[in-house]
């Protein structure tokens, strides 16, 4: 089984930066992507972003690209997500989860481990 504890989530003004970590224990060797979703009231899971471990190639959803960045520190086995220029409609449940497969996929069904979520709340 493999273990994720996230940490980094608060509360931040508009244009505002957090960054996100997903630290990583347990049988990580199944893991082969992994990827940040978020869940705001009310609404379904969304995919944020996801990296491969193998080459470090990364895919972001256009609602956060070029203001959020996946990252994984392969020494801390620990996986981040720096997310700059912040909006409240960023507000959102933050979940990490782990991917068997080497596909960038953006399903969440595809994930087989999931952290216990951290709160992103940003005021406007």
């Known amino acids: 089984q493999v273990q994720l504890v996230e940490s980094g989530g608060g509360l931040v003004q508009a244009g505002g930066s957090l960054r996100l970590s997903c630290a990583a224990s347990g049988r990580t060797f199944s893991t082969y992507t992994m990827g940040w979703f978020r869940q705001a009231p009310g609404k379904e899971r969304e995919f944020v972003a996801a990296?491969?471990?193998?080459?470090?190639?990364?895919y972001h959803a256009d609602s956060v690209k070029g203001r959020f960045t996946i990252s994984i520190d392969y020494a801390k086995n620990t996986m981040y997500l720096q997310m700059n220029s912040l909006k409240p409609e960023d507000t959102a449940v933050y979940f990490c989860?782990?991917?068997?497969?080497?596909?960038?996929?953006?399903?969440?069904?595809?994930?087989?481990?999931w952290g216990q979520g951290t709160q992103v709340t940003v005021s406007s």
């Open positions: 990296i491969r471990r193998s080459d470090g190639e990364t």
């Open positions: 989860a782990t991917n068997p497969s080497g596909r960038l996929q953006v399903g969440p069904s595809s994930y087989d481990y």
